[in-house]
């Protein structure tokens, strides 16, 4: 499934190019005529692939079984907008975007293949009825984290999945915006990308989470978070002209110590978006570069193994 959902987040946002082409194959395009975001991925209880994929108009369901054949397999209509992100928990997938008012969507995927049932959640207790713009969003051990919203100054909500379709608020974080976050173990790695750092929050308590520490990203412009997979490294994105993939000893949070800075195409100015990392390797999207897959077992040192260029029309900075 990991290998099908590279290859579309390689190429479903983008018309065919081979620019740049290392490691990586072009297997399908499945064009929609709109913008696209995030992507995420399901597989159900008979062992189809899918991937979700957020764009213009909604939540698109792609059959990705036969990866040299998708096949959009629902369409679950959303507010119209650029930005749209989606996580999975269980068997229920969770919606995010900064349009309309109705506050986190989600989806029961557990009739897969045959239908697929949506609501809107926007809030509960505290915050009941008030939720209705998100940014991103991140689940780890049935709790959901949505940076970026319309409450708290666009602070961290922390929210329970123990009943996956009624979600339940538990608390936020203090201080300013968070714009996307990792976590793990009840440590929340947040990027404040208008403070230009990462903040660490432990969220043990999830009614109070309690700042530990915060770190400045080389270009102050920190958009995603993510860690290895021993959870001794982060890596950082800043989303900006002429930026990095960074990582960072976090070991002893006293002592945050910045190891290595990887660009795609240097001194093209380029522009990193997010990474995702599997097993050593992390997975980033650029702008005007398409996607990298770089090996980052040895995070003081990272190096190229794969990529694909889909944008055609040259490189540099901007969006």
Known sequence: MKKNLITLMALLICSVGFA?????????????????????????SQGNEYALVGYYEGLSIVDVTDPDNPVEAFMIPGAQSDWREVKVWDTYAYVTTEGGNSGLQ??????????VNSKYWAGSGAINNQLETIHA????????YLFGSNLFNGAALV??????????????????????????NDTLWAGHIYDGYFAVYNVADKTNPILLAQQNTPNNFTHNTWLNDAGTVLFT???????????????????????????????SGSIVHNTHVLNDFAVTSWYKDGVSITDVSR????????????????????F
Request: a negative charge.
């Open 20 to 44: 740049q082409n290392f490691n990586m194959t072009l297997r399908a395009v499945l064009p929609y005529g709109v913008s696209l975001s995030n992507i995420g991925g399901y597989v159900d």
């Open 106 to 115: 989600i989806v029961d995927l557990s009739d897969l293949p045959n239908s």
């Open 137 to 144: 969003l991140h689940i780890d051990a049935a709790h959901v």
């Open 159 to 184: 929210v329970d999945l123990a009943d996956p379709w009624n979600p339940v608020y538990k608390g936020h974080t203090p201080g300013t915006y968070i714009h996307d976050g990792y976590v793990r």
């Open 237 to 267: 994105t800043d989303e900006t002209n002429d930026s990095y993939l960074t990582s960072y000893d976090i070991t002893d949070l006293g002592n945050i110590t910045e190891l290595d800075r990887y660009q795609i195409t240097p001194g």
């Open 299 to 318: 995070p003081e040192n990272i190096i190229s193994v794969g990529s694909y260029d889909t944008y055609t029309q040259g490189t540099g900075g901007g």
